[in-house]
Nanobody
Framework: QVQLVESGGGLVQARGSLRLSCAAS????????MGWVRQAPGKEREFVAA????????RYADSVKGRFSISRDNAKYTLYLQMNSLKPEDTAVYYC???????????????WGQGTQVTVSS
């Protein structure tokens, strides 16, 4: 029902920064809270961050607290993930996801983007 397209991934050095974007299109009115989930090579998908419908409430995985910041611009139908102080263990494919609830959720997403690769070198 909604299309999500991530961008902004790439290769970055440790301690560097990167900002991911997720453009939404289609039936966006059915999706409220949104989030980012990542999957590192050989590992299961891991929740990263989530944001409420209007952007005032956020949740973060312990591993990224203080380093990552999730935000959204509803006028532009775009979700962002600002990643600072990147570490090699942050290397993963990052997926943008949409949820039908109003509050930021760590699971239960039902619409996903294709993902964007983030590689952090040491």
């Amino acid at each position: 029902q909604v299309q999500l397209v991530e961008s902004g991934g790439g290769l970055v050095q440790a301690r560097g920064s990167l900002r991911l974007s997720c453009a939404a299109s289609g039936r966006t009115s059915s999706y409220y809270s949104m989030g980012w989930v990542r999957q590192a090579p050989g590992k299961e998908r891991e929740f990263v961050a989530a944001i409420s419908m209007i952007g005032t409430g956020t949740r973060y995985a312990d591993s990224v607290k203080g380093r990552f910041s999730i935000s959204r611009d509803n006028a532009k139908y775009t979700l962002y993930l600002q990643m600072n102080s990147l570490k090699p263990e942050d290397t993963a494919v990052y997926y943008c996801a949409a949820h039908r609830s109003l509050v930021p959720s760590t699971s239960g997403f039902d619409s996903w983007g294709q993902g964007t690769q983030v590689t952090v070198s040491s």
